[in-house]
Structures are given as C-alpha cells and as structure tokens.
C-alpha cells in the first residue's frame, strides 16, 4: 500500500498567559480557547469547506473541567464546524498537541482523512499539573521509579547529575540568550504572526489577550544567577532557566494532496516522519535525544542533514544536553531555536507540540533554501517526540 503524503497547510495559537489569578486567561476557559484557535483557521483558509474536516483531534493532558468532555468534540460545535465533523482528545502529557498531529498525519497518510484540525490547550491555571491524579503506589513502592520522577524540576536536576559537565552557567546563559532571541523576534514582528488576538474577561473588564505573557527581555546574567533552587538545596534549576506554568491553546490545519488541489490550500511543510521514545522517568527531559535518534533512522537523515530546530525547553538542562548530543554550536545555535522557546514563551503542556510545529513553517517561510526541519520535545514520565518536516515554501 502507498502511504499518502502530508501536508502542513497552516496554525496559529493564542497568546500564552501566565497560569493563576493574575493570568490574563484566568476566567476564560480552556475550550473557548481552542474554538477562537478553530475558527480563526477556518477564516483563514476560506476555500476549505468547513464539511471536509474529517476529524478534530486535540490534547489536553488534564481531561476534566473545561478541558473534559472529549475536547476535540465539544470544539467541533463551539468552533462552529458541521456535526457531521468528528472529534476526539489524547494526552501525552506535553506532546499532547504533538501527537494530535502525528496521528492526524497517519489517518491522512493511510487514506482514512484528507483534512484534519489537530492542536493541543492547556489551562494550567484552572488545572495545575497531576490535578486529580492518582498514582500507582507500586511506582514508588517496587521501585520501578525514582520519587523524583514526579517532579518535572527534580528532572531537570537529575539531567545535572547525570551531565556533571552541563554547569548552571552554561544552562543560566542559555536561558538568557532564549529571552533576547524572543525580545528581537517580538520586535520584528514574527511572534505576532502566529497569535491570533482573543477577547478575554478579568477583573478590570475586557481585554485584548495578544501578546506572551512570559517573556522577560529584562533578563540579565546576574539576575539569573541569584535566583533560588526550589528542587534542591544548591540546585542548579530554577525559574530563570526553566519554562513557566502557562495557558494557551495552539492548533494546525494537515491536509492531503487531493484536499490541497480540491479547496485551494496551500501545502507550506510536508512531513517526512515522527517518532516517540521512551526514557526513564526520572531524566524525562534526555527524551529528544533518542527520539530524534530513532527519527533519523526511519528517514535516513542526520543533523547534518538539519536546517532548523524547534526544541521545547521545558529545562535548559536538557536544550543544552541535546546540542553537545548532536553537536550543534553552543551557547546559540543558528539553527536552533531562532525566535527563542518555552523558557521565554512559556510551556501550556499539551499546546507546545504545535507551537514549535507553526514555529518552525514561520522559519522556513523566510528561508526558502532550508528544506529539512526537526520539531521535538521531552515528555513528562519519560518519553521524548519528535517529527520531520521537509520545507516547501521555496
């Protein structure tokens, strides 16, 4: 059987609020997040008939509340799509968003869909990570995980310990180098680009949620270097070189060639392949590396071969391992990151997968000699995604 191919036709996403009372997203909710995400596609691709979507998936990696209710169904009709348009919710955790897309690719590539909406939201404020769960006693018990496995910044730190040679320097002048790359990005305008401006309710009435919340360009070296170790005493992570507790919702359109030709779409990245990895849980963050190791095998590509990364910070600590892994230059990459990341943008769990996603075709737009690029991100409890895509905005 002959797969088809995949395309990447367009995405925008909210802006990213800070999580908490002071957030701009904090009385609005998760799902109306993804239905201002949903039309705002749909407007933009006028010639697509709402009809022809044949699936709305979407992640949430806390399915309750105001993301429950299958958030890819309940979208259907708040987006303003059909009934006829099926919908569904995933999680993995961070590559919530991520994997809506992959798996929208595999429908389209074996011919079950032709237009699908993926994305991924998160609302971290209404629902902080690991609300309402309840983990296995036998984790800790039997040994099969570290404690530490439960905590996304004792990762981080056990990241540290297994790369004596990664300082807090190195990762706090990487943290800082993400927020000028970010600040010199808004400046140019190509942030902008990709948010989509949202009415939003608070305590002093209405407002306009359109920029990032997160972002701090007043960052300085010494700053950084003063802040507090939460996750342990004479730590080597904290806030400064971490990525925040954020909402925001971030969506693609993925279409199939007849559908492109069909509705007049036109294909910006095809995908070449994804994989997923997994890792111990307690170094979750080294989940990128082997994930784009396994990546590179199904597709017979090499960094090398890499014009543009799209890495997902969660922790500097694992930005920095991945670099030395592949040998991209440090502190400051060109290829990597070249707007900035999650640690001046912000981390809405399930949402990241498809900012780095649009992220990396807004690139690719302005440089049309680049035809291969990586998205890729850790995921909490151990397992790494990462996807290929290959540059058609020649």
Same mark, same amino acid.
């Given at each position: 059987m002959e797969l088809n191919e995949v395309y990447y036709v367009d995405g925008?996403?909210?802006?990213?609020?800070?999580?908490?009372?002071?957030?701009?997203?904090?009385?609005?909710?998760?799902?109306?997040m993804v239905a201002r995400v949903i039309r705002t596609l749909m407007e933009r691709n006028p010639g697509l008939d709402p009809a022809a979507v044949d699936d709305n998936i979407w992640g949430a990696t806390t399915q309750m509340g105001d993301q429950g209710l299958t958030m890819?169904?309940?979208? /259907?009709?708040?987006?303003?799509?059909?009934?006829?348009?099926?919908? &569904?919710?995933?999680?993995?955790? &961070?590559?919530?968003? =991520?994997?809506?897309?992959?798996?929208?690719?595999?429908?389209?590539?074996?011919?079950?869909?032709?237009?699908?909406?993926?994305?991924?939201?998160?609302?971290?404020?209404?629902?902080?990570?690991?609300?309402?769960?309840?983990?296995?006693?036998?984790?800790?018990?039997?040994?099969? /995980?570290?404690?530490?496995?439960?905590? =996304?910044? =004792?990762?981080?730190?056990?990241?540290?310990?297994?790369?004596?040679?990664?300082?807090?320097?190195?990762?706090?002048?990487?943290?800082?180098? &993400?927020?000028q790359k970010a600040k010199?990005?808004?400046?140019?305008?190509?942030?902008?680009?990709?948010?989509?401006?949202?009415?939003?309710?608070?305590?002093d009435g209405w407002k306009v949620a359109d920029k990032d919340e997160q972002p701090r360009p007043q960052t300085t070296m010494e700053g950084l270097k003063g802040l507090k170790t939460p996750f342990r005493a004479q730590g080597r992570v904290t806030a400064g070189n971490s990525s925040g507790l954020n909402d925001g919702a971030a969506g693609v359109i993925l279409a199939s060639a007849k559908a492109c030709e069909k509705y007049g779409l036109v294909p910006k990245m095809r995908m070449i392949n994804y994989a997923f990895a997994g890792v111990k849980a307690e170094i979750m963050g080294i989940g990128p590396i082997p994930s784009t190791k396994k990546a590179f095998e199904r597709t017979g590509l090499t960094m090398e071969d890499v014009d543009m990364v799209e890495l997902n910070e969660a922790f500097a600590v694992q930005a920095v391992a991945f670099m030395n892994e592949f040998g991209l230059k440090r502190p400051d990459d060109p290829r990597m990151n070249a707007w900035g990341g999650a640690i001046a943008f912000g981390h809405p769990l399930a949402s990241s997968g498809a900012r780095l996603t649009m992220t990396l075709a807004n690139r690719f737009a302005e440089n049309p000699s680049a035809r291969y690029g990586l998205a890729t991100m850790c995921v909490g409890l151990g397992q790494g995604g990462t996807a290929v895509w290959e540059n058609l905005q020649k």
């Open positions: 925008i996403r909210t802006a990213f609020g800070r999580a908490g009372e002071k957030g701009i997203f904090w009385q609005t909710r998760a799902d109306d890819g169904r309940t979208t /259907v009709m708040l987006g303003g799509l059909p009934n006829t348009v099926a919908g &569904c919710s995933v999680d993995r955790m &961070c590559a919530g968003g =991520m994997t809506a897309i992959d798996f929208g690719a595999a429908s389209i590539a074996m011919g079950s869909a032709d237009v699908i909406l993926a994305g991924g939201v998160e609302h971290m404020g209404h629902h902080p990570m690991g609300q309402g769960a309840d983990p296995n006693p036998r984790f800790i018990a039997e040994k099969m /995980v570290d404690l530490s496995a439960l905590n =996304m910044g =004792m990762t981080a730190e056990n990241l540290h310990d297994m790369f004596p040679e990664i300082t807090k320097e190195q990762t706090d002048e990487y943290a800082l180098i &993400c927020q010199k990005a808004w400046d140019e305008g190509k942030i902008q680009k990709m948010i989509v401006p949202m009415s939003v309710w608070s305590a």
